[in-house]
């Protein structure tokens, strides 16, 4: 059997795959503005679909308390090394 075979299940599931993509091509997407875009330097993607816009409104909402964006204050750190340890 040669390698450039290809068997009835991956042409089975390569139709499958065709028709999902297919399907969700064809889904109507109600698109917004992302105006927070234009402010954040991201001025090329004006419409984005509306999920798009939500979760970027949110991510731009909760920033100031995002831990990875703004860093742990040293004094409410837990993992925060109490004094150094010292090898003689």
Known sequence: MSSKMTSGSDIGQARRAVE??????????VQVRAPDWERMGW?????????????????????????????????VNPFKEKKPCTIL
């Open 43 to 75: 001025g090329g993607m004006g419409l984005v679909s509306k999920a798009a816009g939500e979760l970027l409104q949110y991510c731009v909402e909760h920033a100031k308390s995002d831990p990875f964006l703004m860093g742990i204050p040293a004094a």
């Open 20 to 29: 999902q993509l297919r399907m969700e091509a064809g889904i109507d997407r």
